[in-house]
């Protein structure tokens, strides 16, 4: 029983780290934007929990994340409470960079427990790793609409989605094998990680329209 | 059993008059935008009724109000009807500081009867609270955002949403104290205005992001 | 026996051939605003499938029509596939005319066969020909306001949601009259078809809001 005991205090570590890091990249998106501080709490807790609420509306779960964890919107309060005085505009940059590696993790991790919660309702495998992108991009969709953006994630041809959909069939692929959950969720988050931790390093790009005249 | 039934007379009144300022919103907003006259039917929905269904979709609550009471849509057909040959783009402005009255008024009943549906749902003080203001505020957010602008709840330095936050901890404080429930919500509701009318009175502003150097 | 079963072949085809406009209408917008490939899926998606799982949201109804039906989702995917190498900037314009009669005809049915099922659920009239209104429009809407544009079933002065409305009310209207579910599915849908066409032929135009003075 010490791997499960192990893998479910690093997935706490990783999903705390994460939501930490998606709540972020809302602060700074509605700062960039000159919302006010209530602004920047909304668009926070839409980075942070918009996806997994979505997916959940869409699967019909409840209750949320957040309500059968409310911890965590006091937590999430903090973290703007916080964020207002120290944040500086020149910190937006190297909070952004720094940020990456986190929101890489979560990625994984969210992708990964979208798709397995899809499978346990027994949908099909493109569905259910549809839901793990939805858990895993849609905060950052939500957040980038209300701050009236056209969202990053549809937009800077950096592979983000993708790596969702990769690691989502690594693990559709490995419980269809027979792997237990746990490691076929491992499997599946790691993928989905370390694809998005090459595309960072390497500059990968995704294929562009590229319209063969004017328009 | 006179005060129950006063009250309630009194929250319908109320009700429709805060219906009425919200949908006069959208349709103010919808007419600035050019939009066409389903246009200006449908942001005029979205802002009469849209805080409070995205609040039972969360809360998995059916039917919605406008589904239970459907007369209310043909009174929004009506009024979008009448609205088209009789408002005047000088009426905007007048309009508008007409209907913050009304419209502090279901600030502060929509705020606490969203609160307490979700507290009937046994849920935490904090959520309970955050689905008040969805029901007060969502409204408006989905109006600007359908109309391509950045929600003005988050971005105009003035206390809104965070009125509706505060007459929500009175209800939630009122309750736990024992208080009946239509105590609790008459408290929770004028706490609400109240905070409205004396930020609208008084001009406060919300702190805002004040950026040490350029972006 | 023949009658249903000939209607179902023919039900099937036009869904078929109005999901791929619908797709079409959200890849092109995806293209003019330079998405990237996953936001060229997104969008394709947003458009063919939000109206109908909105509706779905609303009424409580599951599974989605894209979860039963998930070969759909594989059809979406290989038609941006397609897409991506084949469309060039100068098929917009043809492909976006060619896509109006199997819209108009999408437009019919989806309206009709989203107004049948709030029926079903014993929703009010008014209600039933909102859902149906919804069902054809609303991908649309989330398409638009996704690229971040003001969505055009709100703003172009072309009657589109106005015909699934009428559809909706001549449905409502046969059904409450006698006829059996399968003719009053046809009616709503002829209709608000045949308003359609004759809108895109005629050059109809709704009533706009024309401000008297500046604003």
Redesign the interface.
């Known amino acids: 029983m010490q791997t499960p005991s192990l893998l479910s205090l690093v997935q706490t570590a990783v999903e705390a780290g994460a939501t930490l890091a998606f709540a972020l990249s809302g602060l700074l998106e509605?700062?960039?934007?000159?919302?006010?501080?209530?602004?920047?709490c909304?668009?926070a807790f839409l980075a942070a929990f918009g996806g997994g609420?979505l997916r959940d509306?869409?699967l019909?779960r409840?209750?949320?994340f957040?309500?059968e964890h409310?911890e965590w919107?006091?937590g999430l309060l903090a973290l703007c409470a916080l964020a207002?005085p120290f944040l500086?505009?020149?910190h937006?940059e190297p909070t952004e960079r720094a940020m990456q590696w986190p929101d890489a993790l979560g990625l994984g991790l969210f992708s990964a427990s979208g798709t397995q919660l899809a499978l346990q309702q027994e949908?099909?495998g493109?569905?259910a790793v549809?839901m793990g992108v939805v858990t895993a991009t849609f905060g950052g969709?939500l957040r980038d609409?209300?701050?009236?953006?056209?969202?990053k994630?549809?937009?800077?041809?950096r592979?983000?989605?993708?790596c969702a959909f990769a690691g989502g069939w690594v693990l559709v692929g490995c419980q269809a094998g027979g792997l237990g959950p746990g490691w076929a969720l491992l499997a599946g988050a790691a993928t989905a990680t370390a694809l998005r931790v090459a595309a960072l390093v390497s500059g990968w790009r995704?294929?562009?329209?590229t319209?063969?005249?004017?328009?």
């Open positions: 509605a700062a960039r934007k000159r919302l006010d501080a209530v602004g920047m909304v668009v609420t509306l869409l019909d409840r209750p949320f957040w309500v409310a919107l006091w207002l500086r505009a020149r937006f949908l099909p493109i569905v549809l969709v609409v209300v701050c009236n953006e056209i969202p994630a549809l937009q800077d041809h592979p983000y989605a993708l995704l294929p562009a329209w319209p063969g005249e004017g328009h």
